[in-house]
């Protein structure tokens, strides 16, 4: 079986063929406008006309208008090839590799950051759910001793000085060998966190 597996989330958006759990091909995506220019192209020549059984698609949180891009091809090419289609925690794309607690966190533009925290043994990974706070509640988060990650560090730190995340890059073998567990299998459903009231 083949999945075809889609994250246009953030700035590292990608697109990720695998095969039996393992990754076969993948291309990283560029953010902003031009993702939703060339996101079907990349996929097609991605694809190169190889049938795929499902397709799983970054469901947030992160850009509003990135999540939307990439669900609304996911659901096309569903409908269009008449396969299933699933949806996943886009922060789980960047967990690290290491054995032990973490947290993702992502720039949420509004006084505050997306923010995943779990554990990992192994391949095994276990989570939170993905939650919107506010900069000054951030620290009580941190606090146990925990691997940080962002795809895009740079961003947190002008906002967070004091905060000093390794830049995470997704994680194909992870996400690939995931993408065939049944619990990561999800009914698509967008995950815009509401804004700060």
Not at 13 to 35: C, D, R, Y
Not at 51 to 58: H, R
Not at 66 to 74: F, P, Q, S, T, Y
Not at 148 to 169: D, G, Y
Request: hydrophobic content about 40%.
């Amino acid at each position: 079986m083949k999945a075809l597996i889609l994250e246009t989330s953030t700035q590292k958006s990608f697109l990720l063929l695998a095969k039996e759990g393992i990754p076969v091909k993948s291309k990283l995506l560029p953010g902003g406008p031009e993702l939703s220019r060339t996101l079907a192209k990349e996929a097609s020549m991605l694809l190169e006309n190889e049938p795929v059984d499902f397709l799983l698609v970054g469901q947030g949180p992160g850009s509003y208008t990135g999540i939307r891009v990439g669900a609304a091809l996911a659901k096309g090419l569903s409908f269009g090839w008449n396969i299933p289609l699933y949806g996943f925690c886009s922060l789980k794309a960047f967990a690290p590799n290491e054995d032990g607690p973490f947290t993702v966190l992502v720039d949420a533009k509004m006084g505050g950051v997306y923010a995943l925290s779990g554990k990992r043994r192994g391949d095994q990974i276990d989570t939170d759910l993905p939650r919107l706070i506010r900069l000054h509640e951030l620290e009580p988060l941190l606090q146990n001793n925990q691997t940080i990650v962002s795809p895009t560090p740079t961003e947190l730190m002008k906002r967070l000085p004091h905060l000093t995340p390794k830049e995470a890059s997704p994680s194909f073998s992870s996400l690939a060998a995931w993408a065939f567990l049944p619990e990561f299998q999800t009914p698509l459903e967008l995950t815009y966190l509401s804004p700060f009231i």
